[in-house]
C-alpha cells in the first residue's frame, strides 16, 4: 500500500504512525499511515486507489478538508482492518520542525483535539513513527534530525507549565459557585499543559491527549500518584480538587526547576 501510495503525484512518503508503530497498540488498534506531501496532492488519484484497496467507493479529504492541523485523509476498512490515512504536508512539517529547533511552539484549536493541536506533534509523529516508503530519502533525512529532542524547545514547553498556575486560578474562583463547566475546563487544560511539560522535561515527544496522562504518570520524577490524583480532581470539581490540582502544579515546577 505504502509503494502505491508514493506513485501517486504529490505524496513523497509514508510512514506507520501510531500505536501499531511504537509498539503499544492493541489486537484492534487501527493501522495509521501518514502520507507526507508537497504541493497540492492528487486526491482524486488517492480516492480512486483508496476505492480499489476497499474494493468500495472511499471520499478523500484534501488539505485542511479535516482541519488545519490533522489537514486531510481518508478512512478505509481493508481486509476487515481499519486502515487511517493522514495527509501532511511536509514543508509545513519541516517548518514547523525549523521553529521547534528555535524554541517557538503554536497550540492550534482542532476538532479531535479537546486541549489543541501542540505544533510539535508534527516533528514527533516524524520521530516516532516507521518510514514505509520514502523513495527520495526525504522522510528519513528528517527523521534522522529529529532523533536529538531539541533543548530550546524542551526549555519552551518546561517554562509552559507557568499556565497550568494561571488556570488553577481562575478556577479557584469558579469552584465555589459551582461553576463545573469552567471548573472542568480549567483543570483540564491544567494537566494538559502539566503533560507536555513533563514530556518536554525528559526530552520525549508528547503528541496528543490520548494517554499522554499515564504516560507522564510513568516519567521519573513525576509527582507520586499523578494519574490517580489528577483522576480524582476531575472527578470532584470543587474546591478540594482546585487544591489537589494546585499541588501537582507546585510539585511539578518543582521538578522543572531543577533541571
Not at 529529529?146 to 524547545?153: C, I, K, Q, S, V
Request: aromatic share 8%; net charge negative.
Amino acid at each position: 500500500m505504502a509503494d502505491r501510495l508514493t506513485e501517486v503525484p504529490g505524496i513523497r512518503a509514508v510512514a506507520l504512525g501510531g500505536s501499531r508503530a511504537r509498539g503499544t497498540h492493541r489486537p484492534d488498534s487501527d493501522w495509521d499511515l501518514g502520507l507526507y506531501y508537497r504541493g497540492t496532492p492528487d486526491t482524486a488519484a488517492l480516492a480512486a486507489l483508496a476505492s480499489a484497496f476497499q474494493g468500495s467507493p472511499v471520499e478523500v479529504a484534501g488539505p485542511g478538508g479535516w482541519g488545519p492541523w490533522v489537514n486531510g485523509g481518508a478512512w478505509l476498512r481493508v481486509d476487515g482492518v481499519q486502515v487511517d490515512w493522514i495527509l501532511r504536508d511536509l514543508d509545513r512539517v519541516e517548518s514547523v520542525w525549523a521553529g521547534c529547533r528555535e524554541g517557538r511552539y503554536e497550540v492550534g484549536i482542532q476538532p479531535g483535539h479537546p486541549l489543541g493541536f501542540w505544533s510539535p506533534a508534527y516533528p514527533g509523529e516524524v520521530a516516532l513513527g516507521r518510514v514505509l516508503a520514502d523513495p527520495a530519502g526525504e522522510l528519513t533525512g528528517l527523521q534522522r534530525e529529529t532523533a536529538d529532542y531539541p533543548e530550546p524547545l524542551r526549555k519552551a514547553l518546561a517554562d509552559a507549565a507557568w499556565e497550568a498556575d494561571f488556570s488553577v486560578v481562575a478556577a479557584r474562583k469558579s469552584a465555589p459557585a459551582g461553576d463545573r463547566l469552567h471548573v472542568s475546563l480549567c483543570l483540564s487544560r491544567a494537566f494538559g499543559v502539566l503533560a507536555q511539560s513533563l514530556h518536554a522535561h525528559h526530552r520525549t515527544w508528547c503528541l496528543n491527549e490520548k494517554g499522554a496522562l499515564a504516560a507522564a504518570a510513568a516519567l521519573p520524577d513525576a509527582p507520586a500518584h499523578f494519574a490517580d490524583r489528577v483522576g480524582e480532581a476531575l472527578r470532584g470539581l470543587d474546591t478540594v480538587a482546585v487544591e489537589t490540582a494546585a499541588e501537582l502544579v507546585r510539585e511539578v515546577r518543582e521538578v522543572l526547576r531543577e533541571a
